[in-house]
């Protein structure tokens, strides 16, 4: 597990900018970001052939996106 800023994680900013926190695990690929809406809603993508499924929240200020990351095999 590895715990890091998005601004060391990504090396650039990313759509909420850089002041959120990156969890990487071998499973899964957590985002957190402090947003400057309120909002309380959630949402789900589902998994294709570039990448894991995507589940996202937001919860107030907080926007949290769980990605599972997956290996493509040919």
């Known amino acids: 597990m590895r715990i890091t800023t998005a601004r060391k994680y990504y090396e650039q900013s990313t759509h909420f900018g850089t ?7 071998e499973k899964y ?3 957190m970001y402090v947003t400057g809406k309120f909002r309380l ?11 894991g499924a995507n ?6 200020w907080l926007h949290i996106e769980v990605t599972e990351q997956t290996t493509l095999e040919a």
């Open 19 to 25: 002041n959120g926190l990156v969890i990487d695990t």
């Open 29 to 31: 690929l957590i985002d």
């Open 55 to 60: 589940y996202i929240a937001w919860i107030g």
């Open 41 to 51: 809603s959630t949402a789900y993508v589902p998994a294709d052939q570039y990448g």
